[in-house]
């Protein structure tokens, strides 16, 4: 939230100094502590649907990454060869594989 927002902070910067941070960082944690706790619920489709986000949102995060670590521009010498670069598109197309698996498993 603090990139996004422009304002990059960090935990070890105070809370005066980072109020955006500590707060999305309380907030996060208390909304998850909250959905533990409620009474009767299952926590299993609660760690299921978390590791489904957790798959969903890391996919977008694993192109970019791919594209710097290729680009010579960003990355100068220590850019990827096309071997290692070959192995994070396999790893690529495993994610959206399993994914996909995931998608068609639970709509049918």
Known sequence: MCDVAGRPDALDDTIKE???FYGTFAAVTVV???LVLIPGISLVPILVGTQVVNAVLLLPLLFYM???AQSRT???EFAVCRLTASA???VIAL???SIGT???LTIT
Do not use: C, E, F, Q
């Open 95 to 97: 994610v959206v594989a």
């Open 102 to 104: 995931l998608a068609v």
């Open 32 to 34: 998850g502590a909250g």
């Open 74 to 76: 960003l990355m100068g």
């Open 18 to 20: 980072a109020p955006l």
């Open 88 to 90: 994070y598109w396999v």
């Open 66 to 68: 791919s594209g710097i």
